[in-house]
C-alpha cells in the first residue's frame, strides 16, 4: 500500500455517493474514504483483522470513485495493492479459501473453462432448478450455477482474418477467457466487424488470460505471470495494437506498464510498446466504412464498470449503436452504479451482488427497450440472471459488436 497515494485522500466524501455498497448500506467504513482510512491504519501498524479484510473484501473495485473525485485519488491502485496485502498476511476461513481457489485454477485457464461446456449445455434447466436449494448450503456455489450462461456452439477462429476492402490497418485481438469459452459469438462478431472496417485481423492461438481477474482479487503472482505471457504472445504475432471486447480485460492490459513496474524496465518498456484500445473506441477513432443497413430496434445501453470508469470510453459505444438506422438507443437510470458482477464479486459477496443485480434490472427492464446491450461478459451473465429471478419476460443480452455486426451484415435481426 502506498503512503502517498493514500494521503492523496482528503476524505471529502465526493465518493460516497458513486460507491455502490455505501448506497447500499450507508456505511462509512464500506466507503472508498472509509476503506482508505483503513489502508492508512494498516500501513501505521494496525493488523489486517478480519472485520477490515471483510470491509476491503465488500469493494467491488468498480472505479466509479475514481473519476468522481476531485483530488485524483487513484483508489484503483489503492484497492489492488490492498487486496494483494489481504491475501499475503490475511488467513481465510477454509472454506473461503477452498473457493477462491477452485475459481483460480478455473476461470483465467480457457481450456479448463471448455471442458465445462458439455455440463453446461446438458444442464442448464437442471441447474437453475437446484439453484435455490443450493444457495441454503453454499451461496457462491449456487451464484455459479445460475450464472452460467447456456453453451454456445463455439467455432474456432483462424489465426488471421484479412480485411474486407481496402485494407486500413493490422489490429491484434484478445479472445479472452470468460468471453472466448461462455460467450464465443461475440469473439466472431468483434473479428467480422474489424475486417469489415478495413482491418486485417491477427488472432494468436495460444493466447491465454490477461490477468484481469488476478489482480482486481489480489492474486498478484498469478497476474504478473498472466501479463507477461500476453504481451508476449502478441509481439510474437507481430502486432502493436491490441483490440479488446471485454471491459475488464481493456483496463487491465491499459495498465501493464504500471502493473509491471516492480518487475524491471524491460517489462515496462514491453508494455508501453504494445497499445491496447477498446473495440468502440478503436472503431471510433478509425471512423466508419463498411455500410450500415437499417435495424429497428430499441436498445438499453448498460456502461461496465471498467469501461465506463476505468477507461472513461462512455460516449464511443452509444456513437456506434447511434449510428445504426432505425436504432433507438435509451438511457438506463442509475447508469454508473455497478451491476454487482465486478469480476468475481459475484462469487465470493453474492448476497451484496443479488441485491446489486436485482436493482439493475429493474431499471433496464424499465426502459422497455428490445434489447440490452452490454460491453463485458460478466455483466452479461449477472443482469440475464437478475432478469430470470424477477420471472418476467426476459430480455435477450448483446454485445456492442454483435449489433454493429448485424447492422454490417443487413441481418433483420441480432442473432
Excluded at 436449494?133 to 455459479?144: Q, V
Aim: glycine share 8%; net charge neutral; proline share 7%.
Amino acid at each position: 500500500m502506498d503512503p502517498e497515494l493514500i494521503n492523496d485522500c482528503v476524505h471529502c466524501g465526493f465518493c460516497l455517493p458513486s460507491c455502490p455498497t455505501y448506497v447500499l448500506w450507508g456505511e462509512e467504513m464500506d466507503s472508498p474514504r472509509g476503506r482508505i482510512h483503513l489502508m492508512k491504519q494498516h500501513v501505521e501498524g494496525t493488523p489486517i483483522t478480519p472485520e477490515m479484510a471483510g470491509h476491503f473484501d465488500a469493494c467491488l473495485g468498480c472505479m466509479a470513485c475514481v473519476p468522481a473525485c476531485p483530488s485524483g485519488v487513484r483508489y484503483d491502485r489503492l484497492i489492488e495493492q490492498t487486496r494483494a496485502e489481504v491475501e499475503r498476511v490475511h488467513v481465510r476461513e477454509p472454506d473461503d479459501r477452498a473457493l477462491r481457489a477452485l475459481v483460480f485454477q478455473l476461470f483465467p485457464y480457457p481450456r479448463r473453462l471448455r471442458a465445462m461446456r458439455l455440463p453446461l449445455r446438458l444442464s442448464a434447466g437442471l441447474r437453475r432448478a437446484v439453484a435455490p436449494r443450493l444457495e441454503r448450503i453454499n451461496p457462491s456455489l449456487a451464484a455459479m450455477a445460475d450464472l452460467a450462461p447456456p453453451a454456445a456452439d463455439r467455432t474456432r477462429l483462424p489465426r488471421r482474418i484479412a480485411a474486407r476492402g481496402p485494407r486500413r490497418a493490422t489490429v491484434g485481438m484478445l479472445t479472452g477467457c470468460v468471453q472466448g469459452e461462455f460467450f464465443p459469438q461475440v469473439n466472431e462478431a468483434t473479428a467480422r466487424v474489424l475486417a469489415m472496417e478495413g482491418c486485417d485481423v491477427v488472432i494468436p492461438p495460444s493466447q491465454g488470460c490477461c490477468g484481469a481477474l488476478s489482480l482486481h482479487s489480489g492474486q498478484e503472482r498469478q497476474a504478473l505471470r498472466f501479463a507477461k505471457r500476453t504481451i508476449t504472445t502478441f509481439e510474437r504475432a507481430g502486432v502493436d495494437t491490441i483490440v479488446v471486447n471485454a471491459a475488464g480485460c481493456g483496463s487491465t492490459m491499459k495498465d501493464y506498464a504500471e502493473i509491471l513496474e516492480g518487475e524491471g524496465g524491460e517489462w515496462v518498456e514491453r508494455a508501453r510498446a504494445i497499445r491496447t484500445v477498446d473495440l468502440a473506441e478503436y472503431l471510433v477513432a478509425l471512423g466508419p466504412a463498411a455500410e450500415r443497413h437499417p435495424l429497428p430496434l430499441t436498445v438499453a445501453y448498460h456502461d461496465a464498470c471498467h469501461l465506463a470508469h476505468a477507461q472513461g470510453v462512455r460516449s464511443q459505444p452509444r456513437e456506434l449503436l447511434g449510428g445504426i438506422p432505425g436504432l433507438e438507443l435509451r438511457e438506463i437510470a442509475e447508469s454508473a452504479i455497478c451491476c454487482g458482477s465486478a469480476g468475481t464479486y459475484n462469487l465470493f459477496q453474492p448476497e451484496t451482488a443479488k441485491d446489486l443485480g436485482d436493482r439493475k434490472a429493474e431499471r433496464v427492464l424499465a426502459t422497455g427497450a428490445d434489447l440490452l446491450v452490454s460491453a463485458n461478459p460478466g455483466c452479461t451473465m449477472q443482469i440475464a440472471s437478475a432478469i430470470r429471478r424477477r420471472g418476467t419476460e426476459p430480455i435477450p443480452v448483446a454485445h456492442t459488436a454483435q449489433v454493429l455486426d448485424a447492422s454490417l451484415r443487413g441481418l433483420a435481426r441480432v442473432p
